[in-house]
């Protein structure tokens, strides 16, 4: 891989990156699944350009091939707010609960498709276990998308879910699929009514549509609740009078995002009664900036579960899990290796990742910094094939034979660090294994 030089880089920060300081652009050169190789700079800045990246080279061709990854989805807020614009309905989509993968094409310098590459958000190719799920499922239609709309650059994203995938929300009646999330075409996210287009066109999923915020002339915030379960578990067990007192309508748009909060929280109690579970982790809305007016994205989840985010405790590990199993999404296969090298590297990835949701005092608090590295080894040790310790030790033995046990139990250390609390036994297993070996 030749090396890009400073200028080559400061020329694509200030073209394709806004001007980003060059030291968030990290130099890569990736193999894809069918064995292309694909070279460039990947943002690694948690910003709107979170995992975009610039391709210089497929295989032996320069080229010059921006992709636009999915950014990180903010909480609405205040100073977040949606464009004001009368009768422009923004559309609320059940938030799903898997891995964010983004597609883009490889072509020809004539414009013929080459393949089509699957990536997660930190990574130029995805890694080889969400591959395999990939590959479970039907692409044909995006490979057709792809095939007909290569002259616009385009991405798409999609939320890869179900119980091959399993994360932290259960879709028993779903073996693994593909929602589509957004997408863009010469490196600009498209519109709701865009995303719809495509979606028909090519028998794309879309994700649940839950409720929907619309601004009347009157300057009022209107919310529509999708009919069929969500507006049922909305209205269940309320009284008719609750039913005639119950608000669609509202002053601000903060006021309506409020309101959505309540209603999720709502819906979940009025599903855990009945199925013991919640029904909605909360809703994402494709919607436009204020500002600039460009598609953006924001999420939105029940007051309560906004409320775990803030615990004198810590943060609490189901939260450290959900930002766990990113990680493996896009290290997975070699995430043993990385830690042994790096012990800090997946660290230093979910914390960064929860620096998103939580404020500093919970990211400093020692609880969480103790339990970011216990959940991640405990994920670690759960993703590896099972093994005994015997098993184990026999191996470090018979690969570096004529050792001592304490060097054997340093070797073990290194190698299996999410069974450090067995290194006792370990040591007197080395032992035995030693006094056999020496008779």
């Not at 600009?188 to 619309?214: G, M």
């Not at 990742?353 to 910094?369: H, Y």
Request: include cysteine; proline fraction near 4%; aromatic fraction near 12%.
């Amino acid at each position: 891989m030749m090396e890009i030089t400073k200028e080559d880089k400061e020329h694509i920060a200030e073209v394709y990156f806004r001007g980003m300081k060059t030291k968030y652009l990290k130099q890569f050169e990736a193999e894809t699944p069918q064995g292309n190789t694909i070279e460039g700079v990947i943002c690694k800045k948690a910003n709107h350009y979170l995992g975009s990246m610039l391709i210089t080279k497929i295989n032996d061709i320069n080229v010059m091939y921006f992709i636009q990854s999915m950014p990180k989805i903010h909480y609405y807020a205040h100073k977040k707010k949606m464009f004001e614009e009368v009768d422009v309905p923004y559309h609320c989509s059940e938030k799903l609960d898997g891995s964010c993968l983004i597609l883009y094409g490889l072509y020809t310098p004539e414009g013929e498709l080459i393949e089509v590459v699957p990536k997660t958000r930190g990574v130029p190719v995805a890694d080889k276990h969400i591959i395999e799920l990939y590959n479970e499922i039907d692409h044909s239609n995006i490979e057709e998308f792809f095939r007909h709309n290569g002259s616009m650059e385009p991405t798409l994203m999609f939320e890869l879910y179900g119980m091959m995938n399993l994360h932290s929300i259960q879709y028993p009646e779903v073996r693994i699929s593909l929602a589509l999330l957004g997408s863009t075409v010469n490196g600009n996210f498209n519109s709701w009514y865009e995303l719809e287009y495509f979606a028909k066109q090519y028998d794309f999923k879309l994700p649940n549509r839950v409720f929907t915020i619309v601004m009347d002339n009157q300057g009022f915030w209107n919310v529509y609740v999708q009919p069929g379960i969500y507006f049922y578990y909305l209205l269940k067990d309320m009284t008719e009078e609750q039913k005639v007192g119950l608000s669609m309508a509202y002053p601000t748009q903060y006021d309506a995002v409020t309101a959505i909060k309540d209603y999720i929280t709502k819906i979940n109690k009025s599903y855990h009664e009945v199925h013991g579970k919640k029904l909605l982790e909360g809703v994402v809305v494709n919607t436009f900036t204020e500002d600039t007016q460009e598609p953006m994205f924001m999420k939105i989840k029940s007051a309560e579960i906004e409320e775990k985010c803030r615990t004198e405790n810590g943060i609490s590990r189901k939260f450290i899990l959900k930002e766990t199993y990113k990680y493996f999404d896009e290290y997975g296969s070699e995430a043993k290796e990385i830690y042994k090298n790096d012990p800090d590297h997946a660290y230093n990835y979910i914390m960064n990742n929860l620096s998103e949701e939580f404020e500093a005092d919970a990211l400093e608090n020692v609880r969480t910094k103790r339990r970011v590295r216990k959940v991640f080894l405990d994920t670690l040790d759960a993703k590896q094939p099972p093994k005994g310790l015997q098993e184990i030790c026999q191996s470090i033995v018979e690969e570096y034979p004529g050792q001592e046990p304490v060097d054997y139990i340093r070797q073990f250390a290194a190698e299996y660090p999410e069974k450090k609390r067995m290194a006792s036994s370990a040591y007197n297993i080395f032992e035995a294994l030693c006094r056999k070996n020496s008779t």
